[in-house]
């Protein structure tokens, strides 16, 4: 996940490529302009000009690990000979490597159990301080409450909630995280694993545990007899199946400029910025309420129905709904229009949020993230302005939005900035003959 430095929209349509950066939102989710590594730098390859914009890298930039991955590879792109879906076969079960790989002899592999607090307070402990890089003034802070959201969906296998311990401290120096998910790619539904929370101590990096963590989540992903993959990153280390921009809407602009995580425009006050990104107090749409647990099958049938239209989607069936979708306080949120018994839109969001480092007055950036929004009745713009409602209503300073599915259609209307961010989608072992475009994905993570 996630996006950093706001840039104005409409200046970028202005002044083209010299887009003004409006704030320093100095967090971990400045992949591109933090560091410009040489890997992170992306062009777009003049063969994959029918593929929409496919990111590759530089030619003179190798990936020693991923080369030897079953996924997307950058000589492949525009080659539509290949066929699409699994680049390999399912291997019988009794091929698959049965032992642990070799970790360098001061370390062990351990399972995470996240529904012992002893050891999710661990996960959380160690992810607090390890994920973040350091430098920052904004660091993303997973609550337990939402690693175990994350972490244990329905059929969850806890063998894929993978530690590294430290032999003699039996401290937590690495993780790595899979759930099953079952996506739809076109007309095929495949059973996934969808990877997360991969972090190595900030003491151990750059010494090749992570390829090690990688194909260990996957050896145990093949044990369940599971071929395939889904993950995001803020970098290019493969070919992607599509790249997605984040966008951000100030909630709380007077905050988040206090704090530094935006700064004022050029020729605007504070009452003007404050006055320019005011909500109104209640939502607007009648009908609108929170998600309740008799919503479940009628929010499945909704979604079910609205994510058809995209060519890659999650999918949900009624029990993941109850699990991702059902309001869990400090994680998830989730609102419905109910019209005369008839359940006719949804709009949700997540919350992950920023841990300010330094701040006398602040300890927090409030961060909220689109997620599945569907609009039948309400205007999709509309329902979105209750969601910016709501989510200032529950204290939210900022909400993100990736331009999937048809999000594009309301961000400017309603005063979504552009952020430096961008998140990039990787299948393992499948292969799609064209790359998507942002607005064919029906998928959030
Ligand atoms: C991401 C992280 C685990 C990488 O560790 P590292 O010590 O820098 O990397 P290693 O030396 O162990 O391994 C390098 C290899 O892993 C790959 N790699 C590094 N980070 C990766 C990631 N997030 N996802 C997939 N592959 C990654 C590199 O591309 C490289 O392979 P290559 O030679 O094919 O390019 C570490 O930087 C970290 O814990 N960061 C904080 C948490 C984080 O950002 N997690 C990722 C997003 S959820």
């Not at 000589?75 to 390999?88: C, F, Q, R, Y």
């Not at 759930?179 to 996934?192: A, G, L, N, S, T």
């Not at 713009?381 to 409602?389: A, G, P």
Request: glycine share 2%.
């Amino acid at each position: 996940m996630k996006p950093s430095d706001v840039v104005n929209a409409s200046d970028r349509a202005e002044h083209g490529k010299s887009s003004q950066i409006q704030s320093q939102n100095m967090s971990q989710f400045q992949p591109i302009s933090k560091e410009k590594k040489a890997d992170q730098i992306v062009e777009v390859n003049p063969v994959a000009k029918d593929d929409t914009s496919v990111p590759r890298l530089p030619n003179s930039v190798t990936h020693k690990f991923w080369e030897t991955q079953l996924v997307g590879k950058f000589k492949d792109i525009g080659d539509k000979s290949l066929p699409e879906g699994p680049v390999e076969p399912a291997t019988p079960l009794s091929e698959v490597k049965q032992e642990p790989y070799n970790l360098p002899s001061p370390y062990e592999w351990t399972t995470c159990d996240l529904n012992s607090d002893d050891m999710c307070s661990e996960v959380y402990n160690f992810l607090k301080v390890h994920h973040p890089d350091d430098g920052y003034l904004f660091e993303e802070t997973y609550s337990r409450e939402f690693l175990r959201w994350a972490l244990c969906p329905p059929g969850y296998h806890q063998s894929w909630h993978i530690g590294v311990r430290a032999k003699t401290s039996k401290k937590l120096v690495a993780f790595i995280s899979g759930v099953p998910e079952r996506i739809r790619v076109h007309d095929e539904v495949v059973k996934m694993a969808k990877i997360n929370f991969l972090c190595v101590h900030k003491k151990l990096r750059s010494k090749r545990l992570a390829p090690v963590m990688i194909k260990e989540v996957t050896r145990l992903v093949h044990l369940q007899n599971i071929w395939q993959a889904a993950y995001s990153l803020p970098d290019i280390r493969a070919t992607p199946v599509t790249t997605c921009q984040y966008w951000v809407r100030m909630l709380n602009p007077k905050k988040l400029i206090d704090v530094g995580f935006s700064c004022l425009r050029d020729r605007m006050t504070m009452n003007r910025t404050v006055k320019l990104y005011k909500l109104p107090d209640a939502t607007i749409t009648p009908g609108f309420r929170e998600m309740e647990q008799r919503d479940v099958p009628a929010v499945t049938r909704l979604l079910r129905n609205y994510l058809s239209q995209f060519g890659v989607a999650t999918d949900f069936d009624e029990n993941d709904v109850e699990h991702w979708l059902l309001p869990r306080e400090n994680v998830v949120y989730s609102y419905v229009v109910e019209t005369h018994d008839v359940i006719t839109d949804l709009c949700s969001f997540y919350t992950v949020p920023l841990t300010v480092v330094c701040n006398p007055k602040y300890t927090t950036v409030e961060c909220a993230y689109s997620y599945y929004n569907v609009a039948t009745k309400t205007s999709l713009t509309q329902l979105m302005n209750d969601v910016l409602i709501v989510s200032k209503q529950k204290g939210f300073d900022v909400l993100y939005a990736l331009d999937v599915m048809h999000n594009e259609s309301f961000l400017k209307e309603l005063k979504f900035d552009l952020a430096d961010a961008q998140m990039h989608y990787y299948l393992y072992n499948y292969r799609l003959r064209t790359a998507l475009k942002p607005s064919e994905l029906g998928i959030v993570f």
